[in-house]
C-alpha cells in the first residue's frame, strides 16, 4: 500500500525555469490536494479537486497551476519558477470533499529555486 | 472555516501524559474537529477525529466539551517518538470554503528522557 506518493523528492530549479511535480494516490480517492509548507509555519493550501475533472483555488494560487489528469493522479506545474516558491510541497488525498475528511499525506517534494 | 488557536510548543518527559488544547470559538453547527501530527521530514498523519464528548483511539484521546469552542488532544504516556507537531483543524463537508483549509503553525511537542 503506497498511499500517496510523490515525485520528485527533491530538486534545485534556476529561476524562471519550469516544473511539475508529480502526485498518485492508489486509495481510490475522490479529492486531492497541493500544500506548500514554509519553515516554522503550517500548512498552506494552494489548489484542490474535489473530484476528477475539477481544481479549485485555495488559499496561495499564485504562480501555480494544476491538473487532475485522472482520478489517481494530480499534477502541480510552476510555469516560471521563483525564489519565493522555495517550500516543500505536499499533495494529499481524501476519500470524500470537506474539511471533516481525513487526509492522507505523501512525504513532500523539497524544491529549491535559485 | 472556524479559527482555531493552539499553544506553539509544548514539553515534555518520557511516560508523562501531554494535553493539547484548541480553541475554536466560532465553531458551526455542522463542523468536525481533527488532529494531524507530523514529524520532520514527513507529511501530516490523521490521528484523531470528534464531533462532540470524547473519542479514544489506539493513539490518543480527543475531549470536546458541551459548547465545543475547545478540544484537548491527549497523549497518554508519551515516548520519545511523539515529538512532532499536533495541528488542530475545524470543519465541515457542507460550506463552499471547505477547500480553504488551514493548517495554522501547530504545536510542537517536545519528549524528553
Known amino acids: 500500500n503506497a498511499g500517496v506518493t510523490q515525485t520528485p523528492k527533491f530538486q534545485v530549479l534556476k529561476t524562471g525555469q519550469s516544473m511539475t511535480l508529480q502526485c498518485a494516490q492508489d486509495?481510490?480517492?475522490?479529492?486531492m490536494y497541493w500544500y506548500r509548507q514554509d519553515p516554522g509555519m503550517g500548512l498552506r493550501l494552494i489548489y484542490y479537486?474535489?473530484?476528477?475533472?475539477?481544481?479549485d483555488k485555495g488559499e496561495v494560487p499564485n504562480g501555480y497551476n494544476v491538473s487532475r489528469l485522472n482520478k489517481r493522479e494530480f499534477s502541480l506545474r510552476l510555469e516560471s519558477a521563483a525564489p519565493s516558491q522555495t517550500s516543500v510541497y505536499f499533495c494529499?488525498?481524501?476519500?470524500?470533499?470537506?474539511?471533516?475528511?481525513?487526509?492522507?499525506f505523501g512525504d513532500g517534494t523539497r524544491l529549491s529555486i535559485l | 472555516l472556524a479559527k482555531t488557536t493552539q499553544p506553539i510548543s509544548m514539553d515534555s518527559y518520557e511516560g508523562q501524559e501531554v494535553n493539547i488544547t484548541c480553541s475554536h470559538n466560532?465553531?458551526?453547527?455542522?463542523?468536525?474537529i481533527t488532529w494531524y501530527q507530523q514529524f520532520p521530514s514527513q507529511g501530516p498523519r490523521f490521528i484523531i477525529q470528534?464531533?462532540?464528548t470524547k473519542v479514544t483511539n489506539e493513539v490518543a484521546s480527543l475531549f470536546i466539551p458541551a459548547d465545543r469552542k475547545s478540544s484537548t488532544l491527549s497523549l497518554p504516556r508519551v515516548s520519545l517518538s511523539d515529538t512532532a507537531v499536533y495541528y488542530c483543524?475545524?470543519?465541515?463537508?457542507?460550506?463552499?470554503?471547505?477547500?480553504?483549509?488551514?493548517f495554522g503553525s501547530g504545536t510542537q511537542v517536545v519528549v524528553t528522557p
Open positions: 494529499a488525498s481524501s476519500e470524500l470533499r470537506g474539511a471533516d475528511q481525513p487526509q492522507h
Open positions: 479537486s474535489a473530484s476528477e475533472g475539477t481544481t
Open positions: 483543524l475545524v470543519g465541515d463537508s457542507l460550506t463552499d470554503s471547505w477547500g480553504k483549509l488551514q
Open positions: 470528534g464531533y462532540k
Open positions: 466560532n465553531i458551526a453547527t455542522n463542523d468536525y
Open positions: 486509495m481510490n480517492h475522490n479529492s
